[in-house]
């Protein structure tokens, strides 16, 4: 059986002539069905470039994606995203704008089996006391929950996760990664969740992979298999020789890559051979008394080391 999801030798540029510029070279990816994987990058490395390819919102300009063995043409229920922005619409409650997708993807559904349904996911994360509320009502912890519940609702086959988090103070973020987690463990939905902190990969996945920056273009390094048991524990977590070592791992590849893309360009600055004029001294408005500008190069000679 093919794997869930297949990116093999996929790149993927903007821009037009001269102006083009890669932003993804190569990448190759197998995701099998119930994997937690977490892609981890700087920002700008291209990681919302990458989920809209698997989400099918963008299309590669060479290698493939495809899910179940097919190439990806386009959206589809089976990939749900949720995004940093929450995007939910402002005059749905909280009941309303997770309905909306239950709604859109199961028409054959009865009344009752739809509202049911949506109560089951509202619970799920926890907001059932805010069922009725509006999102201008709602923290931000508590859209990126309904977020989650109107995604999940839809029985996505795969959960694109685009920096679902990072709007959030820290506290909220823990609280909402472990509660993503938790429902990850029960019910298993393969998972692709963009991050930039190095914790939030490896608490809570199995698989962290880091897209590194390149001159050519960001390309996928090698995975980190995180075999931590769940549920997982932060605070035990965090001070063990285990997630230390895991954690100094990933942030060395992601600041050795860094590193090695940034573009080290020495060269001499030709600064103009007179020195300027010093406004602290009166001046002299005689036109015949004008002392010649004196040269810089009668005085000293000055180098300057750049880096572009
Ligand atoms: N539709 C587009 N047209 C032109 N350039 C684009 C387009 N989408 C993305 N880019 C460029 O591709 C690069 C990567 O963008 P992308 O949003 O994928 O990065 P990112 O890693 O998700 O960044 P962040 O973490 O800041 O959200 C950026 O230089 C961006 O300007």
């Known amino acids: 059986m093919p794997p869930i999801l297949e990116i093999s030798g996929a790149s993927k540029g903007f821009g037009r002539g001269h102006e083009r510029a890669t932003v993804l070279r190569d990448l190759d990816l197998t995701v099998e069905e119930g994997d937690f994987v977490s892609i981890i990058g700087y920002s700008g490395t291209g990681k919302s470039t990458l989920i809209n390819l698997v989400a099918g919102l963008l299309k590669p300009d060479s290698g493939s994606v495809k899910m179940d063995g097919a190439d990806i043409r386009g ?21 309303g ?10 028409p054959q559904m009865t009344e ?4 049911e349904r949506a ?21 931000g912890g508590m859209r990126q929950r309904v977020s989650v519940a109107r995604t999940l609702a839809a029985n996505p086959r795969i959960l694109l996760l685009d920096e679902p988090l990072s709007a959030l103070d820290a506290l909220t973020r823990a ?14 939905t393969t998972v692709i969740w963009i991050t930039n902190d190095p914790d939030e990969a490896l608490l809570v996945a199995d ?18 298999t995180v075999d931590l048991a769940r549920p ?3 605070k035990q977590l965090l001070g063990t020789p285990e997630f230390k070592d895991l954690k100094l791992r990933l942030v060395d590849t992601l600041l050795g890559a860094k590193k090695d893309s940034t573009p080290h360009v020495t060269r001499k600055l030709a600064a103009p051979d007179i020195l300027p004029e010093d406004l602290g001294k009166p001046r002299n408005f005689s036109f015949f008394n004008k ?18």
């Open 97 to 106: 704008n997770v309905r909306l997708a239950i709604d859109q993807i199961f």
């Open 232 to 234: 997982r524990d932060r």
């Open 75 to 95: 959206p589809g229920p089976e990939r749900g995203i949720v995004f940093q922005n929450y995007s939910l619409l402002p005059w749905l409650t909280v009941t």
């Open 112 to 115: 009752k089996e739809r509202a």
């Open 119 to 139: 109560a089951e996911y509202i619970d799920m994360v926890k907001l059932s006391h805010a069922a009725g509320k509006l999102p201008r009502e709602l923290s």
């Open 175 to 188: 609280t909402l990664q472990d509660e993503i987690a938790d429902i990850w463990q029960k019910n298993r």
């Open 207 to 224: 698989r962290v992979i880091p897209l590194l920056p390149g001159r050519e273009g960001a390309t996928l390094g090698r995975e980190i």
């Open 291 to 308: 002392p010649a500008p004196r040269r810089r190069s009668q005085l000293q000679r000055e180098e300057l080391q750049v880096e572009a």
